[in-house]
């Protein structure tokens, strides 16, 4: 009984250390760079960490350096294992890998993405994050399902549009940062 008593208190160590490395990760973009060999076997090898060690500050680093270098910077072959992101709010799912790069390089104005929080453990994570497509503000949260390697075999998104306040709540509300 003792050794459960330990062993869990390790883990909420853990859990403590890895929100502290989350909020130290910053954001941005890295123009200019692309994806290497090399640079997908690390990312691979963060994504394994993150599943295996639920590294909150692993995860958060690959989702923000894809997502900071744009189209160029995803690469179905590296980070998934089943292509077939969904969809719910337009009933869209985009089914295989060669449908993924085409949708990525035809794109009309591919967005701006700010991750705002991630957080998850083990084989499910979540991004909340913010999509700017040339002003047009949508916040967006996926949810990412991994196999034991750290490759995505399920990716279900949620956008929703910046509106205002109900007149009725305005008074009650401040904004968010």
């Not at 700017?132 to 390697?149: Q, S």
């Amino acid at each position: 009984m003792a050794a459960v008593g330990v062993a869990s208190i390790r883990v909420r160590a853990r859990r403590r250390r890895n929100r502290y490395r989350a909020r130290t990760v910053r954001t941005g973009s890295l123009p200019g760079v692309t994806m290497s060999d090399t640079g997908i076997l690390e990312l691979q090898r963060l994504l394994r960490r993150a599943v295996s060690q639920s590294d909150m500050a692993s995860m958060r680093g690959v989702l923000e350096r894809l997502l900071s270098q744009g189209p160029e910077g995803l690469s179905p072959e590296a980070e998934y294992a089943i292509r077939s992101p969904e969809m719910p709010q337009s009933g869209e799912r985009i089914r295989g890998r060669e449908a993924m790069r085409r949708m990525q390089e035809t794109y009309p104005v591919p967005p701006h993405i700010t991750v705002r929080r991630v957080t998850g453990e083990g084989r499910v994570w979540v991004l909340e994050g913010v999509n700017d497509y040339a002003g047009d503000i949508w916040h967006v949260v996926v949810v990412l399902e991994l196999d034991e390697d750290g490759l995505i075999v399920r990716d279900t998104r949620y956008y929703g549009h910046v509106f205002p306040p109900e007149p009725s709540r305005a008074a009650l509300v401040e904004p968010l940062d």
